[in-house]
């Protein structure tokens, strides 16, 4: 009897071992090229979460081979679950172009991503909801919470699989949409107790995280920005928009969680921005990235620039038998089915979740400096009215500390309490795509891997072997040697010199003093003889000063009659305002001329949130 148990337990751990064993990514076009000690251990394939609705997720597991899971002395038995947006946009996008080792050459072939967050962790990125990228479904997700029950379902799954990875401290990571995802899933694994695992931390990269609050960044950012100019003819019907867009959301009634008038305030931006003289596919504004251009009305669905070889890549029947599909799927960026169906109506926004989540584990909201879509300046109007510990809105008692990363300032950070914020300095929507090596450390910042020195955070520097070293800020050797040469030694000053400077100082302070007095007596008649006067003052827009000039004396009582005026007076567009007579308002003919260039033709063209 004791030895058909031994063979049944035997047999058991086998299956257990083959089950896991089926999911190894055995080869991929280039893997041989790239060194045996470099070469990442990797899983894949589908896991089945809903058997009834033909529901499986895929997955892409990645460990640094030389780390066995300890990575280095910093990091120890970590595990990121990386996440892309959309809704509908495949986690693919952060394997091959943002924070896994591979990356994809003109050859179509594998080659090391120096900037590879494996150096610090191990990472799984997740195809979800169901439809997105390689994963499929006869019934597709509609509301946030679905999504969250789904995804910790395939958590269930996963670590049946991988039971090693349960002891390993977890990290949700993602960007744009997922700004939305994370906080639902956090909240979904720490109400179930079931998984007896540890959820560390949440990090969130130009998040969407409350559509009504951050609609309302896009005109003064891309006035900021620059790519929008207040002289545009087309700035009334912009501002119009921005009106509806607050009058929606000020609407009770309105229960959308995007309100369509909200949307419309960036598709009208685009359309008042666009060029018409540069070139076909340089007349738009690339929506994820200003720095660059695109064809109207994609502005920015053409990019990120790697994209094409990357579809082209997940497309070869080699690669899809590597990654053990149960069958060959044909992969896309972004699926238009899965975002038509998840609209969510009874989902409140994860904005709503934030502080409970603050109570129980550290968040960072990070944000490229160039993105438009999910902008940092609607972060940070996020954060000013997130409650980040109870009674405490904003950062009340924080202070900024640059980002050094081998010698150089890529950034700023602010933190209090568990939540962190940090703008990084030029990059897109996608950070990691931009700045791979850099946009490691964000990961180092989140776990507090790092050094503090006076102001500045400074993140270490990784080699290919997994050491590391923290790099202060580098400063030209020579040029200071010539400047400390010139200055002379501070003990060298004298007691009489510091007597002749100030004399010298008490001079110019009273030749100043007298020509003053004297110019404005010359003045003060010329000033009083004027029928009228205007003078200035300083209004604000999201922190923004802008001078504009009053309205004369006659009319300094005038008040506004709407919104839209307030808003034209803060923009300097006082004068130029008239209210529409008989009612009507001023509508947006241009815009809505355009309006169908805006609908997603095929799942190809995606205008969202990755």
Known sequence: MSRYFLLACTLALQCVAASQEDYIVKDLPGLLNIPAVARPVMHAGHLEIDEEHNTDLFFWRFQNPKNNGTHSTLHRNELIVWLNGGPGCSSMDGAMMETGPLRVSDKLEVELNPGSWTQVADIVFVD???????SYTDSYDTELKQAAQHFLQFLK????LFPEDRTKKLYLAGESYAGQYIPYFAKEIIENNSLNITLEGLLIGNGWIDPDIQSLSYVPFSLEAGFLDRQNPSMAQVLKQHEKCQQAIDDPSNHDF?????????QSILTASRDETKPAKEQCVNM??????DYFPACGSNWPEGLPTVTKFLNLDAVQKALNLKSARRWHEC????????????SAKSFDLLPKLLEKMKITLFAGDKDVICNHKSIEMVIEKLQITPGQFGFTNSRKSGWIYDGKEVGEVETQSNLTYIKVFNSSHMVPYDLPEVSRGLFDILTNSVEKRSTDIVTPVYDSSGNYKFVEEKQDADQNEEEEEEKPP???HSLTFYVAEVAIL?????????????FAKSRKSAFLSLSSKKKKKQVHWFDESDTVMDQEAGEADHKPKSMLESVFNKLGYGGQY????????IEMAPVEEQEDQFIIQSDEEEFGHR
């Open 128 to 134: 979800q909801p169901a439809g997105t990228g390689f």
């Open 157 to 160: 799954t996963y670590y049946e």
């Open 258 to 266: 995007e309100k369509v008038e909200c949307v419309k305030i960036f």
């Open 288 to 293: 994820y990235d200003y720095r660059k251009r």
């Open 335 to 346: 699926d238009g089915k899965v975002e038509f169906f998840f609209q969510p109506e009874h």
């Open 490 to 492: 501070k003990h060298r």
């Open 506 to 518: 008490a001079v110019l302070a009273y030749l100043l003093y007298s020509f003053y007095k004297s």
């Open 578 to 585: 008239d209210t529409v007579q008989d009612g009507r308002d």
